[in-house]
């Protein structure tokens, strides 16, 4: 069973990814994560995402485009990264999903994969 | 008093009267809806009224009076609702003359860890019948979504109430292997992490109180069981160590380093107490084991030293009662301590691929002592498997530190 696992980081851990004395304990952490993830047998695929202000957000209403600079909702955390899992049941994804370096200070959603 | 044990105390008289009222009705489902109702008739009546005199024997008449207005109306066979208010009104009786009621939890312990029951819902159902815990609680002790615990929940509960699984204490030839059931289910509160060498499952610590809350209560329930004596007093060395394992600055420190300084005394010394009545039944066994292997780390703060062969002998024993991957870890870690790296990876190299692909604590001792035998290439991809494999941010960093230190090249 697939499930994504939504990676929610908060200002800080944004800037951990480029601070510094902070980076290194940052992508050594997500490194060892999804390697873990990969020597299990488990990963399906993911991307990390560059920080929200890369993002451009695109509306259509009423035939006609709206786009803006910045994600689509303003919150204390944003998507920074997804992975795709494939294991037998929810339990299984939340165990992973615990063990993801922004569980401790961002936010991790887990969701089931529509199967289409 | 602090707020838990005020609230643990709360929770006692939540229990006991689940437990009386269960008894009963036999159903844990409508014993906990009567029982919810009374508290909230409490909430409102109280205020106004004034707390009754005695307040659990005004609580348990209005929860038997739901209980039975339920089985009128679910048209359950007229005798049996009969039985049903006499044998409640009997506790109503008992409980108003001596202002005790009958302790049921024994029993109630034993039907949540019954063999019938899923294992995986046992611990659950005694935090939420005994102690009176919330399933969205629980559902985060034990990470699993809180819709699914909460389905978990009410499906053994039907099932006890369906299978009409008897509240009774089991009959003595069967009372050892039931009642290491019941042991089993208190110690999966507790968590198991803590003997690990580097490992510490922060998901379970939550429920530390509540699981040696529920360690006394068996003790005193079933006095004279060295088993439960053994529980209570492993639960209570490792709890001792508690404030030990973060430093100033919230960075783990293993056991093998811990300021002996910051260990509850108190609590060793209840601890050791325990194990010394234990022992004295001569019946050993696993708990017992795991507590003797926890004093002797104890005993550090006497001699300033570890005895690690002792700590390989016991864990020798334990393995033979119970091959947990726990136990196989720890005896390969007290192995390289006593004899050497070499034995303890020797040890490590026995353990099944499939059983140790996502048990932390292997790839952590792995890299530990692949390192010390200056594996440098071998011991990095373990400390990174072990680092992935870690929930606690101060548990990555602690492995990051001696990936770090480990050299570049073999």
């Known amino acids: 069973m697939k499930f994504t696992i939504l990676v929610y980081e908060n200002?800080?851990?944004?800037?951990?990814?480029?601070?510094?004395?902070?980076?290194?304990?940052?992508?050594?952490?997500?490194?060892?994560?999804t390697q873990a993830l990969t020597e299990a047998g488990i990963m399906v695929g993911g991307a990390g995402l560059e920080p929200p202000p890369h993002?451009?957000?695109?509306?259509?209403?009423?035939?006609?485009?709206?786009?803006?600079?910045?994600?689509?909702?303003?919150?204390?955390?944003?998507?920074g990264g997804y992975y795709v899992i494939d294991?037998?049941?929810?339990?299984?994804?939340?165990?992973?999903?615990?063990?993801?370096?922004?569980?401790?200070?961002?936010?991790?959603?887990?969701?089931?994969?529509?199967s289409m | 008093m602090s707020y838990a044990a005020a609230e643990l105390a709360a929770r006692s008289s939540y229990g006991r009267l689940l437990a009386y009222l269960t008894a009963w009705s036999r159903d844990v489902t409508a014993a906990e809806d009567a029982l919810g109702e009374a508290f909230l008739e409490a909430v409102d009546t109280w205020p106004r009224a004034g707390v009754p005199e005695k307040p659990e024997a005004w609580?348990?008449?209005?929860?038997?009076?739901?209980?039975?207005?339920?089985?009128?109306?679910?048209?359950?066979e007229d005798r049996a609702s009969v039985a049903l208010r006499l044998v409640m009104e009997r506790a109503e009786q008992e409980a108003s003359a001596k202002t005790v009621f009958p302790d049921e939890r024994l029993k109630l312990l034993f039907v949540c860890a019954h063999p019938a029951i899923d294992e995986a819902a046992r611990t659950p159902l005694m935090l939420q019948t005994v102690l009176g815990l919330d399933a969205a609680r629980i559902a985060s002790a034990f990470l699993v979504a809180p819709a699914t615990m909460g389905q978990r929940l009410v499906r053994v509960k039907a099932k006890i109430r369906d299978a009409g699984i008897h509240f009774e204490i089991p009959e003595s030839h069967e009372l050892p292997s039931r009642l290491e059931s019941v042991l089993d289910a208190i110690?999966?509160?507790?968590?198991?992490?803590?003997?690990?060498?580097?490992?510490?499952?922060?998901?379970?610590?939550g429920l530390a109180e509540e699981a040696i809350w529920l360690g006394r209560l068996v003790t005193r329930l079933l006095p004279g069981e060295p088993e439960a004596q053994g529980l209570l007093s492993?639960?209570?060395?490792?709890?001792?160590?508690?404030?030990?394992?973060?430093?100033?600055?919230?960075?783990?420190?293993?056991?093998?380093?811990?300021?002996?300084?910051?260990?509850?005394?108190?609590?060793?010394?209840?601890?050791?107490?325990?194990?010394?009545v234990a022992a004295e039944a001569k019946q050993p066994g696993r708990f017992q084991l795991e507590a003797a292997i926890q004093s002797v780390h104890a005993r550090r703060a006497v001699t300033g030293s570890t005895d690690w062969e002792a700590i390989a002998l016991l864990y020798e024993g334990l393995i033979r009662l119970a091959p947990t991957?726990?136990?196989?870890?720890?005896?390969?870690?007290?192995?390289?301590?006593?004899?050497?790296?070499?034995?303890?990876?020797?040890?490590?190299?026995?353990?099944?691929p499939e059983v140790v692909a996502g048990y932390q604590p292997y790839w952590a001792l792995s890299a530990h002592l692949l390192n010390r035998l200056g594996r440098a290439g071998e011991a990095r991809q373990a400390y990174v498997r072990a680092t992935g494999l870690s929930e606690d941010p101060a548990v990555r960093e602690f492995l990051r530190e001696g990936f770090d230190t480990a050299p570049e090249s073999a």
């Open chain 1, 87 to 114: 294991v037998p049941n929810l339990d299984k994804a939340l165990e992973w999903a615990a063990r993801c370096p922004s569980a401790a200070s961002g936010a991790v959603e887990v969701r089931p994969n529509l």
């Open chain 2, 59 to 76: 609580l348990l008449a209005v929860a038997r009076r739901r209980l039975i207005d339920v089985a009128r109306h679910a048209k359950v």
């Open chain 1, 55 to 79: 993002a451009t957000t695109i509306r259509q209403r009423n035939g006609k485009r709206q786009v803006q600079d910045g994600p689509f909702a303003e919150t204390k955390e944003q998507l």
């Open chain 1, 11 to 33: 200002e800080s851990d944004f800037s951990a990814r480029t601070d510094g004395v902070r980076k290194d304990a940052y992508w050594g952490a997500y490194r060892a994560y």
């Open chain 2, 325 to 352: 991957i726990g136990a196989q870890v720890g005896y390969a870690a007290a192995l390289a301590e006593a004899r050497g790296a070499e034995s303890g990876l020797a040890a490590l190299g026995v353990l099944a």
């Open chain 2, 234 to 276: 492993l639960m209570l060395h490792c709890e001792a160590r508690r404030g030990a394992r973060r430093d100033a600055a919230g960075a783990y420190v293993p056991l093998t380093r811990q300021d002996v300084a910051l260990w509850s005394r108190p609590m060793i010394e209840e601890a050791e107490a325990l194990l010394t």
């Open chain 2, 187 to 205: 110690y999966a509160a507790y968590g198991s992490g803590w003997d690990d060498v580097t490992g510490a499952d922060p998901r379970r610590q």
